[in-house]
C-alpha cells in the first residue's frame, strides 16, 4: 500500500541501511531517504568487524538478542548466497580452557536451546572431527552456522538494491539541530520527514539527545583491535572461540577465519576516548571526550562491573605478543607474531546505564511520537541487521496505521 509519508533515516550503517531495504521493499513510503555524515556508507563499525555472522547462543533468553538471532542468521546467511556475498562456511567451536568454562559452557549451550540456534554439546574427544587444531578441556560448542561474510562487499550489494529501490542516499552530510519534523545539517540543508528513524550508530545517543529523549544511558566505547594473517591460511577448518565472562558482552580474543580465507586474532575491548578513537589520539571528538572520561574514571575507580580489571587486562594487548598468547591457548598450531599483522580496528559504541551502574546488555529501541530511536547497537547487530530492520517496520508501520 502506497500512502503520501516519507521516511528518514539518519545513519547509513548496517543497521540504516537494511531498515531502507525493508521499508522500500513494503512499499509504504512515498520517499525513504537515508542521511549518512561520511563520504560513503558503513565506513564504521559496519564494515570495520570480524564478519562473523553469529548463531545466537550467546545472549540471555527473552533478550532481543536471543529473539533475534537465530532468524537473522539465517536471513543473512541466505541473503548473502542468493546475492552472491562472500562467505565462509567454516562454523566455530566454542572451547574450555579451565573447570569453570567447563560450568559456563553448559549454560551457554541452554542458552542456545532456549534461543532455537544450532547448537550441540560435545564431549572433548570428538572435537578432532570439527577442528582438529582446537584444544579444550572436557566439553565443546560446535555451531554449524557461524559463517564469515565480507562487510564491504554485503554494504556494496545492499547499496546497489537500495538504488534500484529508488532509495535516496545523501552523503556527507552531518544532522546537528532539529525543528519539528524537519532535520538541519552542518551546511544548513533542510530535511522534512513524516517518520524518523535514528540508526546513528555509535553517534544515535547524541542523536536521540537533540530530541530531548530522556534516558538513563552513557556512551562507553571500545576498541576492537584485529591481527590478521600475513599469508592466507589452510591449516585451521574453523572459528575457535575461548568461553566468554557471560556477565560482559565481550567474547574473548578467539581466532577467525575471514572469508577470504585469512585468520585473525582479537578483538580486543580497549577502553578508548570516542566513538572514532581508532588509533591513539587520533579521532578523538571534543564533544565527547570530557563525559566519557568522567564516567571512565568513576567506574574504574569503583571497578564497577569488573570495569578496572577489564581495562587493565586489555591495555596489555596493546601489544601484538600479548593477543599471540591469548589466542595460543586456543589451539596445538604454534602462532608466531611475524606471521600477523595489525587490521583495521573497530569501535564497539557500548552503552551503559548511569544509574545501575551495569552495561547495557542488549539492543535498545525508544519510541517517541513520530520516532524510532535504535541504542546500543552492538554485536551481534551487524548479524541481526535484517531482522532488525523487520522488527522495526513492523513496529512503525503499525504505530502510522
Not at 112 to 121: D, H, P, Q, R
Request: hydrophobic fraction near 40%; glycine fraction near 4%; aromatic fraction near 10%.
Amino acid at each position: 500500500m502506497n500512502s503520501s509519508k516519507t521516511l528518514l533515516i539518519i545513519g547509513g550503517g548496517i543497521v540504516g541501511i537494511s531498515i531502507a531495504r525493508e521499508a522500500a521493499l513494503r512499499r509504504y513510503f512515498k520517499r525513504i531517504t537515508i542521511i549518512e555524515k561520511e563520504k560513503e556508507l558503513g565506513l564504521h563499525a559496519s564494515s570495520r568487524n570480524s564478519g562473523v555472522i553469529h548463531a545466537g547462543f550467546y545472549y540471555a533468553p527473552n533478550t532481543s538478542k536471543a529473539l533475534f538471532c537465530s532468524e537473522a542468521n539465517n536471513l543473512l546467511r541466505n541473503y548473502c548466497i542468493e546475492k552472491n556475498v562472500e562467505v565462509k562456511k567454516s562454523g566455530k567451536v566454542v572451547v574450555c580452557n579451565d573447570k569453570n568454562d567447563v560450568k559456563i559452557i553448559d549454560e551457554l549451550y541452554q542458552r542456545g536451546i532456549n534461543n532455537s540456534a544450532k547448537i550441540f554439546l560435545f564431549k572433548e574427544g570428538k572435537l578432532s572431527n570439527y577442528e582438529p587444531l582446537a584444544l579444550t578441556r572436557e566439553q565443546f560448542i560446535w555451531s554449524p552456522n557461524t559463517w564469515s561474510a565480507n562487510p564491504r562487499n554485503l554494504i556494496k550489494v545492499i547499496k546497489k538494491e537500495l538504488i534500484e529501490l529508488n532509495v535516496k542516499i545523501v552523503l556527507n552530510r552531518k544532522i546537528v539541530s532539529q525543528r519539528k519534523n524537519t532535520l538541519i545539517d552542518s551546511e544548513n540543508n533542510k530535511y522534512h520527514y513524516d517518520f524518523l528513524i535514528n540508526a546513528a550508530g555509535a553517534h544515535s545517543l547524541k542523536i536521540a539527545q537533540l530530541f530531548n529523549i530522556e534516558n538513563d544511558f552513557a556512551l562507553l566505547p571500545f576498541r576492537g583491535m584485529y591481527l590478521k594473517s600475513k599469508k592466507k591460511v589452510n591449516s585451521f577448518k574453523r572459528h575457535i572461540y575461548p568461553v566468554p565472562d557471560i556477565r560482559q558482552p565481550f567474547l574473548g580474543i578467539h581466532t577467525t577465519l575471514s572469508s577470504d580465507g585469512y585468520l585473525k586474532l582479537g578483538p580486543t575491548a580497549i577502553p578508548v576516548l570516542s566513538p572514532e578513537n581508532y588509533n591513539n589520539f587520533s579521532g578523538i571528538d571534543l564533544d565527547y571526550l570530557p563525559n566519557i572520561l568522567i564516567n571512565q574514571t568513576k567506574l574504574f575507580l569503583n571497578n564497577s562491573f569488573g570495569y578496572r580489571d577489564l581495562a587493565f587486562r586489555e591495555l596489555k594487548n596493546l601489544r601484538k605478543k600479548n593477543i599471540i598468547a591469548s589466542a595460543q591457548k586456543l589451539t596445538k598450531l604454534k602462532l608466531f607474531e611475524s606471521d600477523f599483522e595489525w587490521y583495521s580496528p573497530g569501535i564497539r559504541a557500548q552503552l551503559f546505564n548511569k544509574k545501575s551502574g551495569k552495561l547495557a546488555m542488549d539492543f535498545v529501541n525508544i519510541k517517541n511520537s513520530n520516532q524510532y530511536h535504535i541504542l546500543n547497537s552492538i554485536s551481534p547487530a551487524w548479524t541481526c541487521s535484517f531482522k532488525t530492520a523487520d522488527f522495526v517496520v513492523n513496529d512503525i508501520l503499525g504505530l502510522i496505521k
